[in-house]
């Protein structure tokens, strides 16, 4: 068995690392920046070690020991196309495991037993579990998916305000706030959405919620319409079994009170986080290692 395990949570806003003794026991935590794999795997490679290497930083450990490290990493982006086997190759660990983001929440959240996790932050996913079945909705993507996620909530307050500025919808205190931003200039806003990441979409997230909940007409009708398609999704949670559920994510306690009555008696708090499920798996997959070769 290895002397030291590996967690890792990597979003699309940044990634977290905690490195634990064999026995899963934390010792230190580091952070970085964002580890969308399939959006920009390059730099997800860079911000994962560099918070391992903070991580061994904090705890006091030589980051040399990271050769000899078994990391279970939890990632966005880890469910489409080839970027998980490009990830794997180039992780500078003894042994790697790449896992979605979510998974690693369902097993901090609701280490034993069935239910489900609905991860509402920069992306949007959920996981159900029933039994020895785990099974995944969405995730799909900021392009195509990750509908009510930060990021489409982000697009949507730009869209709206450059629709504001044509006159083709009403204005109202958010798209004032948000063209003034760009000094009311439409293709300053232009220029940054045709480069932003998912992560930078984000940002305009929580000052929709800030808005709608001083009444903003636009906010409220952007913000209704994302919640009715997460209330969607956790219709087929629960008609797959997926009670009690757990919302996770940056964006989770700003949704709860939006989200429709028949879900709210569901929801129950987590027993821990993302980054303590990635250990809790990292310290299985030592063990049953450990237990193959003895």
């Not at 997800?44 to 061994?56: E, S, T, Y």
């Not at 983001?101 to 996913?125: F, K, M, N, Q, R």
């Not at 982000?154 to 305000?161: D, F, I, M, Y």
Request: with cysteine; hydrophobic share 45%; aromatic share 6%.
């Amino acid at each position: 068995m290895p002397n030291y395990i590996l967690g890792i949570d990597g979003g699309g806003t940044s990634c977290r690392a905690a490195v634990a003794g064999a026995d899963g026991h934390i010792l230190g935590r580091g952070k970085s920046g964002a580890a969308n794999i399939l959006t920009d795997p390059d730099t997800a490679l860079v911000n994962i070690v560099d918070a391992a290497r903070a991580a061994f930083g904090d705890a006091g450990l030589d980051p040399a020991h990271l050769g000899s490290t078994i990391a279970v990493l939890g990632l966005a982006g880890s469910n489409v196309g080839d970027a998980v086997h490009y990830v794997e190759e180039r992780l500078p660990f003894a042994r790697s495991e790449i896992v979605s983001d979510v998974l690693i929440a369902l097993e901090g959240a609701l280490p034993a037993g069935d239910g489900a996790v609905a991860s509402l932050g920069t992306g949007t996913v959920y996981v159900v579990r029933r039994g020895e079945d785990v099974g995944y909705i969405g995730g799909w993507g900021f392009t195509i998916g990750d509908l009510g996620s930060g990021a489409r909530l982000g697009q949507a307050v730009l869209q709206e305000s450059l629709l504001a500025f044509d006159g083709i919808h009403p204005s109202s205190p958010l798209t004032d706030a948000v063209m003034a931003e760009f000094h009311d200039d439409p293709r300053e806003v232009v220029d940054f959405a045709r480069q932003a990441r998912p992560g930078e979409f984000g940002r305009y997230a929580p000052r929709l919620f800030d808005f709608a909940g001083k009444g903003d007409p636009v906010a409220i009708r952007l913000l209704s319409a994302a919640t009715e398609s997460i209330d969607e999704t956790l219709d087929v949670v629960v008609k797959r079994g997926g009670e009690p559920i757990c919302l996770l994510g940056g964006l989770a306690s700003l949704y709860r009170p939006w989200i429709a009555d028949r879900h709210q008696s569901l929801f129950v708090e987590p027993l821990a986080d993302a980054l303590t499920g990635s250990v809790m798996l990292a310290a299985k997959r030592a063990a049953a290692m450990s237990e193959a070769t003895a």
